[in-house]
């Protein structure tokens, strides 16, 4: 007798940038019109059906808006409330590890990358969520998540705050993963940076506009750490490449591998509607082949 096999569900959050008090505004490079209000925002989006019938929560960054404990508090706080802790996977963005002021010195390189990385940490160990990268879990035995940090530690301003890097420590660690788990079928890459920023021209086909220089000269992975992640995951069949950062919903496919972009959970479609829709990523995994769907879902707020 044939068992059909029952879909895997996933919801892919992104962005959330929530703050330590719910009437600061997100950090953002611009004088007026700043968001605020993440935090009620993220309280009622955990709440949808989706979310709640999903298997699965994959958190792609940027949890926080300064990588406070406060923010972090609100955020496990508020996963409590909604039943969801033990169906969570979280992934740190730049602004969770990173300093957005100026420093002062460029001699204290190692101890900055330090507290860099302990902010994060102690975010992540307040949900007992993993913190050595890369990392990888298995949720059911046809579906293995891989985690990966694609943040640049110790940055000196809130110019290069937004950058990412994968090392060759944490390359030649994520290869030794994929061949252990060679054999299970699903197997989705979470970062937080996109590992490929498509061409000027691409984006204006696709969104009419490409990413302001300064974006793209300072919140992208060194070419060649982004072709050597890239080639790694072609070489070992990875289904999906998830990310944030970049404030963008894309499904896109790149040299045979797919990579979709999650849109930033907690900001407005549109700013100027009065009923505001909250986007965000469903996968619904399939059969023992695995056959990924995707959907984009909107929360009206």
Not at 80 to 97: C, M, R, T, Y
Not at 136 to 152: D, H, L, T
Not at 154 to 175: P, T, V
Not at 176 to 191: E, G, Q, S, Y
Request: charged share 25%; with cysteine.
């Amino acid at each position: 007798m044939k068992i059909k096999l029952k879909p895997f569900k996933i919801a892919h959050l992104s962005d959330l940038h929530l703050t330590a008090s719910d009437t600061a505004a997100r950090s953002e490079p611009k004088l007026f019109g700043k968001l605020t209000g993440m935090n009620n925002v993220f309280r009622q989006i955990v709440k949808d059906e989706a979310i709640q019938e999903s298997n699965l929560i994959l958190v792609t960054g940027d949890v926080t808006d300064r990588g406070d404990i406060d923010s972090w508090r609100i955020f496990w706080d508020t996963i409590q409330e909604a039943g969801s802790v033990n169906k969570l996977l979280v992934i740190p963005g730049n602004h969770d590890v990173c300093c957005l002021d100026a420093r002062l010195t460029v001699f204290n390189n190692k101890g900055y990358r330090k507290s860099d990385l302990r902010k994060a940490v102690n975010g992540l160990q307040m949900g007992n969520q993993p913190y050595k990268f890369p990392w990888v879990k298995v949720p059911c035995p046809r579906i293995a998540i891989f985690g990966i940090n694609s943040n640049n530690l110790g940055n000196f301003s809130g110019i290069d705050n937004a950058l990412g890097k994968l090392d060759y420590y944490q390359l030649e660690a994520f290869a030794r993963l994929l061949w252990k788990h060679r054999d299970i079928p699903v197997k989705i890459v979470a970062m937080h940076h996109s590992p490929n920023l498509p061409k000027p021209e691409t984006m204006k086909d696709r969104f009419g506009k490409d990413h302001h220089k300064m974006n793209r000269l300072f919140s992208g992975i060194p070419q060649d750490q982004r072709r050597t992640l890239r080639l790694m995951c072609l070489s070992h069949r990875i289904r999906l490449i998830v990310h944030g950062h970049v404030h963008l919903a894309e499904d896109r496919r790149v040299n045979g591998i797919r990579i979709i972009g999650a849109p930033p959970t907690t900001e407005p479609i549109d700013k100027k509607t009065h009923t505001k829709e909250y986007p965000f990523y469903t996968y619904s995994i399939q059969g023992k082949g695995g056959r990924v769907v995707s959907k984009l879902n909107t929360v009206a707020i």
